[in-house]
């Protein structure tokens, strides 16, 4: 899982490399990959993305920065890297596991075509699915339960990323990085990020890939699967 903002050919070989090097069945991004102007050298980015080896594919959503560059070239920067942007919808890379993707909602602000609205978005999965979510901010002290699903996939926050402004950050966001286990059962996974927005600098907001490895429950055989 990664949360890259991608602003130089440099920083993402880098990020490239390391993703190639873990070997990943999938990719997700919760958004916020790509924050500058999609050049030549940027072009050239896409097409290593495009390169990694994923059997069950690349999935993205779109976070604040893409509305921000644009929201047309991000698609195409998307579409370039390989990556499947889940605007409002689910896929099922394997049986069992069913991904789900929503815009961020700062598209509506900007007068952008947005699909924010994740309720619902699960409403076809069956009792024995795992429902991941893909939702780039994290849960606000507006929107503290979110929707039910097993895994959430958050990024946008950045741990904060220059200390102490990560105090300000926790005033809308209660949770700016980490794993959580919330009220309502869901998983919540919060990415810091490779990248950065602003200044290129971190203090005690390390940046971050995740590898995250989703596991079959185990079906303990039952010693009288009969009777009581």
């Known amino acids: 899982m990664t949360s890259p903002c991608i602003r130089s050919a440099r920083f993402a070989a880098k990020v490239i490399g390391i993703i190639r090097d873990l070997h990943p ?4 991004n919760c958004g916020d990959f790509v ?11 896409a097409a290593q993305f495009r390169a990694i080896p994923t059997p069950l594919g690349k999935y993205s959503i779109l976070g604040n920065h893409e509305y921000y560059l644009g929201l047309k070239p991000s698609l ?4 370039a890297a390989g990556f499947r942007v ?3 919808e689910v896929v099922r890379p394997v049986p069992g596991l069913v991904i789900g993707g929503v815009d961020d909602s700062a598209g509506k602000y900007m007068g952008a075509e947005t699909y924010s609205d994740e309720r619902g978005l699960f409403d076809d999965a069956t009792n024995g699915e795992f429902r991941l979510l893909m939702r780039h901010q994290p849960l ?3 929107h503290p339960v979110g ?4 895994l959430q996939c958050s990024g946008h926050a950045h741990g904060g990323q220059l200390f102490p402004f990560h105090a300000f950050v926790l005033l809308s966001y209660p949770y700016i990085g ?3 286990r919330l009220a309502n059962g869901t998983t919540l996974c919060v990415n810091r990020g490779a990248g950065t927005w602003g200044p290129p600098l971190r203090l005690f907001a390390p940046p971050e890939l995740w590898v995250i490895e989703l596991r079959p429950p185990v079906q303990s055989a039952s010693r009288n699967p009969i009777g009581k």
Do not use: F, G, N, Q
Request: with cysteine; proline share 3%.
């Open 25 to 28: 069945d999938m990719i997700l």
């Open 35 to 45: 924050d500058a102007p999609l050049d030549e050298r940027l072009s050239e980015v």
């Open 76 to 79: 195409a920067y998307h579409a």
């Open 86 to 88: 889940l605007r409002r």
């Open 140 to 142: 606000t002290r507006k």
């Open 147 to 150: 929707i039910s699903c097993e």
């Open 178 to 180: 980490d794993v959580h």
